[in-house]
């Protein structure tokens, strides 16, 4: 597997995992992005549930250029307390507001699907290459447990009685163990890919120079890890980004010199604490240009903090 070798995945790991401890606040997500870059949408399905509370929550959100706020979006069905009720086997599942995942092919191909008055989904991901494993939960962390896989999406969503086709390259990831408020939590994570070219970047943005600490860059073939690099970013005066800058080198001395143009922006609380700015985003990379994702997160009081600085720095008129 691409990220640290030392951990493998099988084709269980397609399905839910078992909580190893009763810990409440034990998590597992799937997620699955995609977008129509011609019309500026962007959209997630992101169930997540809590099987030590017997929780779901999550569920399908779409945004273009016209909002930042959820009441903005094209659309958003977004729980945090469902009741999750029997739980079955992801490979083929439904969750109770209705997303339906099945895998075609294990930790290779998904298929999606959504239907409720306003909007349905229908959707094929097919992986562009293996899953980038960050843990398989061997620390008490966010993230412990954790893989990310670029791929092809093809389908269509259906919005208002509007049929829109889908054909785009985009992101997965999974993750399962702890989700804990963390107070100072700042996550940088950044992607691109194309049917040829691929990069992910997570980095510091509190540390100085924003580091890049992992990641992977995909070319020529071959994938390997980002060992170093730096993330320079560009915000509104209200605190949404609009231009990234990530230049890094991978594990085998290859540059990655990625420029980041946001073409939307979701202001996005993925739980009550985590806050995110989710911009679809037009990348130049690796002398291709692809589109991807700029995600920027914090705690949400530390973004507050951060949103009021930035209105005491503005001078009065």
């Not at 009763?22 to 129509?36: A, I, K, M, Q, R």
């Not at 997540?48 to 909002?67: E, K, S």
């Not at 889908?166 to 994570?189: I, N, T």
């Given at each position: 597997m691409l990220g640290d070798k030392t951990i493998q995945l099988g084709p269980t790991d397609d399905s839910f995992h078992a909580s190893p401890t009763?810990?409440?606040?034990?998590?597992?997500?799937?997620?699955?992005?995609?977008?129509?870059p011609e019309r500026a949408i962007q959209g997630y399905?992101?169930?997540?549930?809590?099987?030590?509370?017997?929780?779901?929550?999550?569920?399908?959100?779409?945004?273009?250029?016209?909002?930042?706020?959820?009441?903005?979006?094209l659309w958003w069905d977004w729980s945090w307390n469902h009741p999750l009720g029997e739980l079955g086997d992801l490979r083929d599942f439904t969750f109770p507001t209705g997303i339906h995942i099945r895998c075609l092919e294990p930790l290779k191909a998904y298929h999606l699907s959504y239907e409720r008055p306003g909007c349905a989904l229908d959707l094929t991901f097919e992986a562009l290459i293996e899953p980038h494993v960050v843990g398989r939960g061997d620390?008490?962390?966010?993230?412990?447990?954790?893989?990310?896989?670029?791929?092809h999406l093809t389908g269509h969503l259906v919005l208002e009685g509007e049929k829109?086709?889908?054909?785009?390259?985009?992101?997965?990831?999974?993750?399962?163990?702890?989700?804990?408020?963390?107070?100072?939590?700042?996550?940088?994570?950044?992607?691109?890919?194309?049917a040829t070219d691929a990069f992910l970047s997570y980095s510091s943005p509190d540390e100085p120079g924003s580091p890049v600490t992992r990641g992977f860059l995909w070319r020529d073939g071959t994938a390997a890890e980002l060992v170093s690099g730096t993330r320079k970013i560009e915000r509104q005066d209200n605190g949404a980004p609009t231009r990234v800058v990530i230049e890094a080198e991978d594990a085998l001395g290859r540059r990655l010199e990625a420029t980041g143009r946001c073409v939307n922006g979701?202001?996005?609380l993925a739980t009550p604490w985590m806050f995110?700015?989710?911009?679809?985003?037009?990348?130049?990379f690796s002398d291709v240009?692809?589109?991807?994702?700029?995600?920027?997160?914090?705690h949400l009081e530390k973004f507050r903090s951060f949103r009021r600085s930035l209105n005491a720095s503005t001078p009065t008129p």
């Open positions: 009763p810990d409440p606040l034990w998590n597992e997500t799937t997620w699955f992005s995609f977008s129509v399905v992101y169930p997540w549930i809590r099987r030590n509370q017997n929780l779901y929550g999550g569920g399908v959100i779409i945004w273009d250029d016209r909002g930042h706020l959820p009441w903005d979006a620390w008490d962390a966010a993230f412990s447990a954790h893989f990310d896989q670029p791929g829109i086709p889908v054909d785009c390259y985009s992101m997965r990831d999974r993750s399962w163990g702890p989700r804990v408020e963390d107070p100072d939590f700042r996550l940088g994570w950044d992607h691109a890919q194309t979701m202001a996005f995110t700015w989710n911009c679809l985003t037009r990348w130049a240009v692809g589109w991807g994702e700029l995600q920027d997160t914090w």
